[in-house]
């Protein structure tokens, strides 16, 4: 049973440079909550604009209180300014869209509606049609997907769809930071709300400015993928990976000495002379950094002051 107190939604907006978007954007906001009775709020942030943005989220402001407004000192990134506005989201469910109108409000009550109803943790939207360049952002970002789908087994087409819809707890549990916010649904998952969705979207052109995102963030996402992908397995216990492999490499470079000494037994020759001394050598070092790694993660783990921060879905 819905709480009366309870706010029926919070938009986060994420903005940097989008003053002659956001008008058209907060106007067709307000039309299709009006049209559906939501009791909403929308969170814009700034992610330090250097155009008229934040005058444009301070006239709104003024003219609705429902439209609440954080203002970075300067540039931090998407994952921040979600990260804040997630802190700062009171809906039950909190929908995430970008502020240049290529997501379409016109989707949110669909959004709403799998989260409340059918029970999801989490809604991706997909563009299952896009309107972006082939070569420079269609055909990368397929590739991006396909891959970040068989790492995570969570089976999304389009992982950094802006427009995202989550239970209020779900944003609670995770921290976005760096930029992780291509991997919420994987964080999400890790976190313990495995119901993950989708939902196809109309993808629109831009209508004002231009892009903020290069080739770089490809690059960027392979490189947060494999430590989102190593966080979640052995955040905690690191030794379990680092003392996996130093033992491995102890043993490699143990068999490579016994093979070295059976050969010098067996015939004269100086030890330094033989491969066998090298790959003992490096395999034997190459352990201990590996061991040494390992210790002093767990001496982290054990002295930090989150090591047994766990989230706890259900309490009696």
């Not at 956001?22 to 969170?43: F, K, N, S, T």
């Not at 929908?95 to 509606?113: K, N």
């Not at 996996?244 to 002379?273: D, E, I, K």
């Amino acid at each position: 049973m819905k709480d009366k107190n309870a706010m029926d939604i919070s938009i986060i907006v994420p903005l940097y440079n989008e003053e002659e978007s956001l008008p058209h954007l907060a106007e067709w906001i307000d039309r299709v909550m009006a049209q559906h009775g939501y009791d909403y709020e929308v969170i814009m942030v700034d992610d330090g604009s250097r155009d008229g943005s934040w005058r444009v989220v301070t006239s709104l402001h003024a003219g609705n209180p429902r439209y609440k407004g954080v203002k970075f000192r300067r540039n931090y990134g998407k994952s921040a300014a979600l990260n804040v506005g997630f802190e700062h989201a009171q809906g039950e469910v909190v929908v995430t869209m970008d502020a240049d109108l290529q997501d379409s409000p016109d989707e949110v009550p669909e959004l709403y509606r799998m989260i409340k109803e059918e029970g999801y943790d989490l809604v991706s939207g997909w563009k299952k049609v896009r309107y972006d360049s082939k070569l420079a952002k269609n055909i990368p970002s397929k590739f991006f997907n396909w891959t970040t789908r068989r790492i995570s087994g969570i089976r999304l087409h389009d992982f950094n769809c802006g427009l995202k819809a989550y239970r209020n707890e779900v944003v609670k549990s995770i921290e976005v930071y760096s930029e992780m916010h291509r991997f919420i649904p994987v964080m999400a998952k890790a976190a313990g709300f495995g119901k993950i969705g989708e939902k196809v979207v109309q993808h629109r052109k831009r209508e004002y400015g231009v892009t903020k995102f290069g080739m770089s963030r490809f690059v960027n996402g392979y490189l947060d993928l494999m430590t989102i992908t190593f966080m979640n397995k052995f955040g905690k216990q690191p030794m379990h990976i680092f003392g996996l492999w130093g033992s491995v490499f102890f043993l490699l470079g143990f068999a490579a000495f016994v093979v070295l000494v059976v050969l010098r037994l067996c015939h004269t020759f100086w030890l330094t002379a033989s491969v066998w001394f090298y790959v003992s050598m490096f395999c034997a070092v190459l352990g201990l950094i590996m061991f040494m790694a390992g210790f002093l993660g767990e001496l982290v783990c054990r002295n930090s002051t989150i090591r047994n921060a766990y989230l706890i879905e259900k309490e009696l």
